[in-house]
Nanobody, 124 residues
Framework: QVQLAESGGGLAQAGGSLSLSCSAS????????MAWFRQAPGNERELVAA????????YYADDVKGRFTISRDSARNTLSLQMNSLKPEDTAVYYC?????????????????WGQGTQVTVSG
C-alpha cells in the first residue's frame, strides 16, 4: 500500500498564503491521477484540485480558481498545493489522495490511497 504524508498546514490570516505538500512512500503507478480534498466541520469531503499523471487538464473547484495551484513532481513522488489569498472559508482538514486511474474524478470512491490530513485554519 502507498503511504501518503501531508505537511504544511497551520494558521494563516485572511489574504495570506500556505503551501501544502504530500509525500508518497514509493512511486505511484503510471496513469494515476492525484488530488487534494478538504473537509470542513459539519461538511462532506470535497474535491479542491486534481492533476492527471501525464496527460489531461488540471481541475480546480470554482471557489479556489485563481487562488490555489496544484503541482505534481512524479520523479520525487510529491504533490503540492500552493494556496494564496486565503479566506476564512478555506478552513478545513486537507487530504492528499491517489486515484485508481488517470482520469480526474470528484468521487471519493475513485481514490484508493489517502493521507491522514493536515489542518488549515484561516482567521478572519
Amino acid at each position: 500500500q502507498v503511504q501518503l504524508a501531508e505537511s504544511g498546514g497551520g494558521l494563516a490570516q485572511a489574504g495570506g498564503s500556505l503551501s501544502l505538500s504530500c509525500s508518497a512512500s514509493r512511486r505511484t503507478a503510471s496513469n494515476n491521477a492525484m488530488a487534494w480534498f478538504r473537509q470542513a466541520p459539519g461538511n462532506e469531503r470535497e474535491l479542491v484540485a486534481a492533476v492527471p499523471y501525464r496527460v489531461g487538464s488540471t481541475y480546480y473547484a470554482d471557489d479556489v480558481k485563481g487562488r490555489f495551484t496544484i503541482s505534481r513532481d512524479s520523479a520525487r513522488n510529491t504533490l503540492s498545493l500552493q494556496m494564496n489569498s486565503l479566506k476564512p472559508e478555506d478552513t478545513a482538514v486537507y487530504y492528499c489522495a491517489v486515484a485508481r486511474g488517470s482520469v480526474v474524478s470528484s468521487y471519493l470512491r475513485d481514490y484508493i490511497y489517502w493521507g491522514q490530513g493536515t489542518q488549515v485554519t484561516v482567521s478572519g
